[in-house]
């Protein structure tokens, strides 16, 4: 007990005289200058950690190829090496990505692969469309590359003006909806029909089904009560109540569990033995993928993931100043840019690491309520990031019914954005709506953003609004009609 005490008085003893570790600190992140102290920004870090830590287990979960689930597969390693490389790569992506946020713009937001570019990434790009998975990281890197350039000449404010208004506010909502209708199918409770296309799954009789509505309304229970955490409980806890019926034998194995689990024992060395920390196959494979380019296409995969991309770490960045108390008299963060980039330069990197587009978490609000101010709260998210390389073995063990529990609790979560929209305004609502429909509907985010920029121009004109449109909303929105003119007719059959 007197050795944590002299450890801790050694600590605020550093802190006052500007000496030692956390003199260092407060000094290298103006902590006096923001009125807060180390303590509190590295508990604001492990409380931003612990919220958005699923996406540990969810984004390789989501990425992985598997039997009748498009994503990225390497020839000659099974799923659970798959797996581990992305979660080793998703991590580190997340490390850099929040690292540079804290060390170069000093704030306390972290960022990882996002939800729903994963998605779009995985079943869009690589399932639905059939582009190679290094392709698509190749469209991921060069996104990276153009959000850089156009952060370091200053252009962030021509492009906010470029989309329109509606449109951005409905991109949340529409990938809300996407990433919610994916999780419930992967969970047996919404199916394929062919009479209605979608209906309820056998959810009494399904041992998925029954598992999963048990976990989903237990997580949902858990952040209602604002448990910290409360996704990776519910996914942990759903993986191991599946687990357990297939250990007592109530469920045949294999069913809502990994192969590991047996009826009356635990093959641990098999779950063990799919670990691979060497992410070689990934790495550098988008060099591969850019000699397979199809230009128009590719285009509009790098047009998605960045306008995605940007307006959601832009919104987010936003959001979450305001909660701390970061804006100035007109609502703008101070010195955006460095933010910005932070997330630019995350997005190039996991992209050549071999993960999808990386983006700021909302979830860094958590750690900003609990008074983090500076980005000594970042690098504690990044630190822990690094050191929960060591539990790469968890994600190849959490079944995928359970970790797209995550899809349909943040798919909810998303929708609140809907209330941004202000829909007595006929030029807002329809953009707005076709965006959020057309999107889980053709299983596209791209699909969606294209409708709400094709219908923008059209509804102002109708409306005899003509003068707010700019030159910029006629170029997008017609680039796009030839885009799906070619894209409907067949002249690029097989292609996105």
Do not use: C
Not at 126 to 139: E, H, S
Not at 155 to 171: C, G, M, S, T
Not at 357 to 374: L, M, N, P, Q
């Amino acid at each position: 007990m007197s050795t944590y005490v002299d450890a801790y008085m050694s600590v605020h003893d550093g802190e006052s005289d500007g000496s030692g570790i956390a003199g260092t600190l407060a000094d290298f992140f103006d902590l006096d200058e923001h009125g807060t102290d180390v303590r509190t920004e590295v508990l604001a870090g492990l409380t931003t950690f612990l919220t958005m830590s699923y996406i540990v287990v969810v984004n390789p979960s989501i990425l992985a190829a598997a039997d009748g689930k498009p994503g990225i597969g390497v020839a000659g390693l099974a799923r659970p090496e798959v797996v581990s490389m992305l979660a080793v790569v998703t991590i580190v992506a997340a490390a850099v990505a929040t690292l540079t946020m804290a060390l170069y713009a000093n704030r306390p937001f972290a960022q990882a692969p996002g939800l729903g570019l994963n998605a779009f990434f995985a079943f869009t790009v690589v399932g639905a469309l059939g582009i190679p998975w290094q392709t698509a990281l190749a469209a991921v890197v060069v996104e990276g590359v153009v959000f850089v350039a156009l952060t370091l000449v200053g252009a962030r404010e021509y492009v906010i003006r470029l989309f329109p208004a509606p449109v951005k506010f409905a991109v949340g909502t529409g990938i809300g909806l996407f990433l919610a209708l994916i999780g419930l199918q992967e969970m047996n409770l919404v199916v394929q029909d062919p009479a209605t296309l979608v209906t309820l799954g056998p959810v009494a009789s399904d041992p998925v089904a029954v598992l999963s509505v048990l976990g989903l309304f237990v997580t949902f229970g858990l952040y209602a009560r604002g448990l910290r955490g409360s996704i990776v409980v519910g996914i942990l806890g759903t993986t191991l109540v599946g687990a357990a019926v297939t250990f007592l034998g109530l469920v045949a194995p294999g069913t809502v569990a990994p192969g590991f689990v047996k009826q009356g024992a635990i093959a641990l060395p098999e779950l063990f033995a799919g670990v691979r920390y060497d992410v070689s196959p990934l790495a550098g494979a988008f060099v591969t993928g850019l000699s397979n380019v199809e230009a128009f296409s590719f285009a509009l995969v790098v047009f998605t993931f960045f306008f995605v991309d940007f307006f959601d770490t832009a919104g987010t960045l936003v959001g979450v100043g305001q909660a701390g108390d970061f804006l100035d008299e007109e609502g703008n963060l101070p010195d955006i840019d460095r933010p910005l980039l932070a997330d630019a330069v995350g997005t190039t990197v996991g992209g050549m690491l071999g993960t999808s587009t990386v983006t700021t978490y909302i979830e860094s609000a958590s750690g900003v309520e609990e008074g983090g101010r500076t980005g000594l709260t970042a690098l504690t998210v990044g630190l822990l990031f690094v050191v929960s390389l060591a539990f790469v073995p968890l994600a190849t063990a959490i079944p995928l019914y359970a970790s797209h529990i995550a899809l349909v609790v943040i798919g909810v979560v998303m929708l609140r954005n809907v209330a941004e929209i202000a829909w007595d305004d006929i030029t807002y609502a329809v953009p707005a709506g076709m965006t959020i429909l057309v999107m889980p509907f053709t299983f596209s985010i791209a699909y969606g953003i294209a409708a709400g920029i094709v219908s923008y121009p059209l509804v102002k004109l109708a409306t005899g609004r003509g003068d707010e449109i700019r030159a910029g909303h006629w170029v997008l929105a017609g680039a796009f009609v030839v885009y799906f003119f070619v894209r409907t007719s067949g002249v690029l059959t097989g292609q996105l």
